[in-house]
């Protein structure tokens, strides 16, 4: 296949689900760990088409629903110190912190703006050399060369005034402390491709291992979704767990050998607080001695700020896949994409704004 089209074509789509079908004996629970991922499922309906008692779990995989509060808050402060230019790609803007988001920053005349490209940030630091510009990095292992070759960048052409608030997660540390809680249910993983066509998937067969789950790399449009289930189900069904890479289109076991280069240059890794989960282990990066002097957390010494998360949320349940968004008591009521109490129900990739945006409304939808 050549286009993107015919990744959703309805009679293959079929055949898959016809596939999944004939193959599954008994109920299954896997996890999607991305957030893209979740919302290609609702949206396309895929999670209703699986044969009864196999059920979609929605993983901790959405970038912006795990920055942690206290990031949040911290970007806030920083945000509304005057002569700081703030830089953000969109769906931050209106994540909320303890007591406001970057919006209301933004409207009491702090200069908040949304940019495309860490890049666009770095120019504004050239153009604007009295100001202190700030570009807030998130996300999972996906976007993180682009703010590495940034921050590379800013060093070697001398920009001083551009620095980097950091809250970078990856993906294999958050497998291991979903399979290691107590009240996990998951028993495979579909994991997620645009992570591994950076970092590629030496880190997986060794959970796959350790934790006797299968684990399937696969993309987000229907049919590699679908593919991903089937290759899933196959291997619970027959006792293997095995790392499968069903995305290969995309996806080299190697990964990208530069941007991996340029990673380990630039950050290292270190403990990381996941918004709604906790503190897991060795699960994030953060930038290493090196480029220390460009951590928008030192230069702006925010550390000590308290932080409240709304006692309605939980998203923490519904990130550890221990609810469905619309078991939470507030989902479209308290809590809608125009007025969210939780970063789940805000970002484009959170489950809660799925299935809000996808009319789940009901509990009986729910598989
Ligand atoms: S529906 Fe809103 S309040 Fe409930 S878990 Fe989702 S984001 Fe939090």
Redesign the pocket.
Known sequence: MKYLDEFSDPDLAKRLVDQIHAVTTRPWAMMEVCGGQTHSIIRHGIDQLLPDGVEMIHGPGCPVCVTPLEIIDRALAIAARPGVIFCSFGDMLRVPGSSQDLFSVKSAGGDVRVVYSPLDALKLARDNPDKEVVFFGIGFETTAPANAMTVHQARRLGVRNFSLLVSHVLVPPAIAAIMESPTCRVQAFLAAGHVCSVMGTAEYPPLAQRYQVPIVVTGFEPLDILEGVRRTILQLEQGRHELENAYPRAVRDEGNIPAMEMLRDVFEVTDRTWRGIGMIPSSGWQLSEKYAEFDAERRFDVTGIRTAE?A???????LQGL?K??E?????K???PRN???????SSE???AA??TYRRLELVDAK
Do not use: D, N, Q, W
């Open positions: 709304s309605l949320c939980r998203s923490g349940e519904v609810i968004p619309h939470c008591p507030a989902f479209g308290e809590c809608t969210p109490l939780g970063a789940t129900m805000v959170g489950a809660c299935y809000f």
